[in-house]
């Protein structure tokens, strides 16, 4: 065995044919140096751009506080187990990992973090609708709860509730099926199909973290929505105060009116449509 002295000489002097091992610390530095840029780019575009997105960046900003004084009884305390202000607290750190990722052009990061944000989305949503189940999901087992409240079968429970959404008759489910496989088979999950970052006209993958416009736009999107329903359900859960309860509600309600309308669904739709 070698020291690790002799390990770090061997490996510094080392070469590999025509390739010579860079210093890591300075590919660091320029990784976070590249970030600043993006990051300065992609803020300047979504506090810019059309009608929308400057919008709902601001109240991406507002549910973020919302959630931020709900998950630690900032506005009261009901003396409970505080089990649903973890959660809101567990998806508003989500939150802003994920919207720091967007800002630095990661994606495809930022999106799986979204996903998670949904679950603990729906789970809010359906034990507002139904007090019972939250009951029952404290009390269960871990193997229970995979069996009785993974996500899917979280989205049937809600949607066999029939929970309308105003806009339409039809069932209403926060994160529903569609969004959910959109966010799993195309983005966090490896297949044969993975190309990394490739959010632009030609889907061309790409290494790193580049402001792509189409990609700011749609992770926003994914973001925005799951931690609106956060806002709206974790409020009607932890809140006592009927006026706590519609100040969650109409941030929440102001956030879904003024979604754009570039998302995880319509993706590869708007990008034909923006080629031609």
Not at 13 to 32: A, C, F, M, S, V
Not at 217 to 242: K, R
Request: hydrophobic share 35%; glycine share 6%; net charge positive.
């Amino acid at each position: 065995m070698i020291s690790n002295e002799e390990h770090a000489k061997y490996i510094k002097e080392k070469k590999y044919g025509h390739i010579q091992l860079p210093d890591g610390t300075k590919i660091i530095n320029r990784i976070i140096s590249h970030s600043e840029d993006t990051e300065k780019n992609s803020k300047q575009f979504i506090e810019s751009f059309g009608e929308k997105a400057p919008v709902t960046i601001e109240n991406l900003g507002v549910n973020f506080f919302v959630q931020s004084e709900i998950s630690t009884c900032r506005w009261g305390c009901a003396k409970g187990d505080h089990v649903a202000e973890y959660l809101i607290g567990k998806g508003l750190n989500s939150s802003v990992c994920s919207l720091r990722l967007l800002l630095l052009g990661y994606y495809d990061e930022s999106l799986v973090l979204s996903r998670g944000i949904g679950e603990i989305a729906n789970l809010l949503c359906l034990f507002a609708h139904d007090p019972s189940s939250f009951s029952k999901w404290k009390k269960m087992t871990k193997k229970e709860r995979q069996k009785h409240y993974r996500p899917s079968q979280v989205r049937v429970k809600i949607q066999s509730m029939q929970i309308s959404d105003k806009n339409d008759d039809t069932e209403f489910c926060p994160i529903d099926d569609a969004r959910y496989k959109a966010l799993s088979e195309g983005i966090t999950h490896a297949t044969p199909d993975s190309r990394p970052q490739s959010f632009n006209f030609h889907f061309t993958p790409v290494i790193g973290g580049y402001f792509q416009h189409i990609g700011a736009l749609t992770a926003l999107h994914e973001l925005a929505l799951p931690s609106a329903v956060v806002t709206l359900y974790g409020g009607l859960i932890t809140q006592n105060n009927q006026l706590l309860r519609q100040l969650c509600f109409d941030v929440a309600c102001k956030s879904l009116l003024n979604l754009g309308n570039m998302h995880i669904l319509n993706l590869k739709e708007n990008i034909f449509k923006l080629r031609k």
